[in-house]
């Protein structure tokens, strides 16, 4: 009779679940200081919105099935499209730019790991409507605004920043097809997933040519935009992307953040969509995936059915940001008990008929309270509120029954005092 | 290329997700002030969880896949069975009595009509541990504490009392059968979903006995305690279920919710699971469908697996809510249009290097601040402002220029204070 969870979900028990607000609360606040309003999708989305445009990998990979009406429906497996959709139904009432935030409940079917669970939740930032640099720069700012508000620094995380733009003029200069561009891409983003000969040989293979392939090795593993730019010598589109990497990192240093930037041209992410500066977070030194990671996608609205408008946007996962902050001390300080403002306690039954109109009174006027439901044993009671973290007690006892007064017991200093119980509930309402 | 939401969900632009923050943030505060602590589980279930409980009603109505490890696994369509999981996993680590609350995100596979769809969010509050029948109580009193919160008083909602236990002992008392319980339960339950004729047709071919339907209808339709009291006569079982459901309403009384009250044997919740006093809130005069519902399952945990442990909790859909609350007109009043603190506005372009670096610290310092993409017409950017709720704007023009010096703007005064960079740079900080 006993079912067990799941696989690759998790159970939030109080204290998981006040880890998990904690994180969320923190995405929502920065989100809305940067500028950005509150959206969601439904969880369910129809299967043709991923085997559309997603590339195979993720359509593999995410759990799908038909309904009693007969249409395929899919758990959502990352919130882009899903936001692409929601823009195109009402692309000519909403204000551009349009800045939107949201944290989705998403779904993978892939093999559960450390930091990769098959249903997690994710902080999406978007921008869409200018293709100004700017708001690339502010995805990235807004990112390292939550990273810097949950206490890391750049000796913590760096920013890997590199260009789709750049990768994909430098593919071209070695007469690889626009056509082919997309599975590049895809298997380019496996080289940190790889030892080094495995990838090499991989992209051996694919190239069939061992001198394109050690040159756009060469170009991965290129530490500086300096280098990147005497290497491949004079193309209008790499010189343009470049320009555009340049300028972006000066405006990340303008907004004061510029210390944790690094170019990487090894950053490539794997989903088709992107066409502009792309970025990931890492850990320093550390050997966890990718923190969070996006970029610019300016086709996408176009690809699903609505205008041609840029966009930009990132996504940022619980998991492996959890793990980090556990790794770094940084959750348990800022993760509070749970705290009681009152707990009133009685050796009288609850036939004594204050004790409930005591206990809501102070509930509804917004006292965080709670009471024990065996009344035998005071010292009993007060314990359980000590247990619970309780601030103050309220004493229901002999002085009630002869004189209508009760006692008000601070639990950190174990001063109390004797109210009569009406000044008590006057200054209750008053207190409002 | 365009692809429709599917059918039965709803999408959350920022207005729609304004009203489902509006909502589910007053759940999480009312239930944090009753002494309930946040939980959730995942959304993904074993498919056999409900199909060995909840009866088959619920099991037609879910949406159920087999995944590519060929397990049956379901969305969940409702709360109570994941918790009884979660609770018997760790059931001898947790201080008892459990108070727990959450608002799970649930799929019904159903008809989408007004006020059900087929996702959907739920509050759910349930104590684990008592049987005392003042967590009966403090159930409804939470679910009470919550409506009235909302604004909504005894003119706009109704709390309709029963008891399983009563309808058990008295059907019983005309010799139907334990086994048979279950079944009659779903069929009563769905009397005020058909015609009065109709549900008398159907009573009476399931039971094909005239006497024994007519009695069951005129129990159903008593308006006291007093008069079932009075037709039923002398029967132990009756007489304790009478004599709780006096003691939970005297509790009520005293919680200062009386007035909500009212016995209706007619109430007798759909689901197998429920052991003790049910309740239902409807709108008074409405046609809405039950507002919310619960009552007590003294099995649930054992049915699960678990130890032989008492429960009692309630069930609160946002749809039904949400429409109740509107035409109340109890919604847009308590929702706040977005408000930015700041808005940035520069006649020179963003190469002025003040200009990002003045929008990232008013962040970082807290300061919800937005700025425009494009900073070439400084009225437009002041319209931009207004249409954005900003309160207040800075403005970065000639007096920037010429002496270092910034404009803020009161957008709701129209008054300007021109205040030298650094000075307003160290306010700043110094604000924290």
């Known amino acids: 009779m006993k079912i067990p969870p799941v696989k ?66 899919a758990l959502i497996p990352e919130m882009t499209p899903s936001l692409a959709r929601m823009v195109n139904q009402k692309i000519n009432s909403l204000p551009k730019p349009i800045k939107w935030f949201s944290v989705p ?26 293709d100004s640099i700017a708001a690339d720069a502010e995805i990235i700012f807004t990112t390292l605004d939550y990273l810097q508000y949950a206490g890391l620094s750049e000796n913590d995380v760096v920013v890997k920043v590199s260009s789709r733009k750049l990768l994909a ?14 599975g590049m891409y895809a298997m380019l983003d496996k080289k940190p997933k790889m030892p080094a000969d495995t990838f090499a040989a991989v992209l051996n293979e694919k190239l069939s040519d061992k001198d394109r392939a050690s040159k756009i090795l060469a170009f991965m593993e290129t530490d500086s935009l300096e280098k990147i730019k005497k290497s491949l010598g004079v193309n209008q589109k790499i010189d343009d992307a470049i320009n555009e990497l340049l300028e972006h990192h000066r405006l990340l240093n303008e ?50 059915g609505g205008p041609d408008i840029p966009a930009v946007g990132m996504g940022f996962g619980d998991c492996v940001l959890e793990i980090l902050l556990r790794e770094k001390g940084l959750l348990d ?33 917004g006292f965080i309270t709670d009471f024990s ?12 509120a000590s247990e619970k973290n309780a601030k103050k007690c309220i004493i229901i006892s002999k002085e009630y029954s002869d004189s209508k007064q009760i006692i008000v017991k601070d639990m950190a200093t174990g001063e109390q005092q004797t109210i009569p119980i009406d000044k008590f509930m006057d200054g209750l309402i008053n207190s409002k």
Chains 1, 2 share one sequence.
Request: hydrophobic content about 35%; some cysteine.
């Open 8 to 73: 690759g979900t998790r159970d939030f028990y109080p204290a998981e679940m006040a880890v998990r607000n904690y994180i969320i609360d923190g995405w929502k606040k920065v989100s809305i200081r940067n500028g950005f309003e509150e959206f969601d999708s439904p969880i369910l989305e129809h299967l043709q919105m991923y085997t559309q445009k997603s590339g195979a990998e993720i359509v593999e990979q995410l759990f799908s099935f038909k309904d009693r009406g007969d249409r395929d429906l």
């Open 105 to 130: 409940r998403l779904f993978r079917a892939e093999r559960p790991q450390k930091g990769r669970l098959r249903e997690f939740f994710q902080w999406n930032i978007d921008i869409i409507g200018t």
């Open 169 to 182: 003029a430098f593919l071209k200069s070695l007469s690889i097809a626009e056509n082919d561009l997309p």
């Open 255 to 304: 907004m004061g953040v510029g210390r944790f930037y690094k170019f990487d041209p090894g950053i490539v992410r794997g989903l088709a969509y992107y066409t502009g500066i792309v970025f990931e977070v890492h850990a320093v030194g550390g050997e966890l995936r990718a923190i969070c990671g996006g970029g610019r996608y300016d086709n996408l609205l176009k690809d699903f």
């Open 333 to 365: 300080k800022h993760i509070k008990k749970p705290e009681l403002d009152y707990f009133v306690v009685s050796d009288k039954s609850f036939e004594e008929n204050i004790f409930f109109d005591l206990v809501a009174k102070l509930r509804r006027n």
């Open 373 to 384: 439901y065996k009344t035998d044993n005071l010292s009993k009671q007060l314990k359980t």
